[in-house]
């Protein structure tokens, strides 16, 4: 999946360049999230072509705006986003309209996700109206934090949760009948960190750490726990002696 910039959000007018910049603000976070390890299914931003002269708010430009931001990083970031981050140049011949704007660009959105800077009601919700080809289509749009639990599965956001019933950290644990359940030997912070860099194969997710092999079991939602699994088939540790080198 990828995550497209919506360019037409960035041509509606602020009351104020207060408001201009705090919502800038709201925007770069969205970004800096979808770009965080535990977005999976993100493989990348694109945007269009964004003008920087455009006034985001009277007699305000875009410009001015992003020379507001305090830290230079921040700076580079958000320019990077709405002006060389993988440009896209759509190869496609039916723009997307939005509310009567035209966006070549959105239309990539289709079957993948916008980002759009808050500045009409019309990007409010999660799911942004347009027309393609004559055709309307609903895109899936983050404008705010919720939006984004809203997609977690869509995103391919994974929450570790600790089994210590079933898997304790210091030793192999029998439970149940005759059971015996492997050991987590991570704390939760890396079982967290180690998910969101797990493949999947054969409809299970692992991932290598340390030279053990680690298994993580889907409990409903964006849920797993996960365990030592040493004992995983030599295809599967080839796989991920490959992939974790």
Not at 9 to 16: E, H, I, M, P
Not at 176 to 185: E, N, P, Q
Not at 200 to 218: P, V
């Amino acid at each position: 999946m990828i995550a497209v910039i919506n360019d037409v959000s960035f041509q509606y007018l602020f009351a104020t360049k207060e408001l201009a910049i705090e919502y800038m603000h709201r925007f770069l976070d969205i970004c800096k999230r979808v770009k965080r390890d535990e977005v999976t299914n993100v493989h990348e931003i694109k945007t269009g072509v964004i003008d920087t002269q455009r006034e985001i708010s009277n007699d305000f430009k875009l410009i001015q705006l992003l020379q507001n931001f305090q830290t230079r990083e921040e700076r580079t970031f958000l320019l990077g986003l709405l002006t060389n981050q993988g440009t896209y140049r759509s190869e496609q011949g039916n723009p997307c309209w939005i509310a009567e704007k035209e966006s070549l660009v959105c239309t990539y959105a289709i079957d993948n996700i916008l980002i759009s800077l808050l500045s009409n009601a019309l990007f409010e919700t999660p799911v942004v109206k347009g027309i393609v080809a004559g055709e309307e289509i609903d895109l899936r749009n983050l404008s705010k934090m919720e939006h984004i639990n809203y997609y977690r599965k869509e995103l391919g956001i994974r929450r570790f949760i600790a089994n210590d019933t079933k898997h304790k950290f210091d030793r192999e644990n029998p439970y149940g009948k005759g059971k015996v359940g492997s050991r987590m030997d991570l704390n939760d912070e890396e079982a967290q960190d180690l998910l969101n860099k797990a493949v999947e194969i054969k409809g299970r997710l692992y991932a290598k750490k340390n030279g053990h092999y680690y298994a993580f079991q889907h409990e409903g939602d964006v849920n797993y726990h996960g365990y030592r699994a040493d004992d995983v088939g030599e295809d599967i540790k080839y796989q991920l002696d490959k992939e974790f080198a």
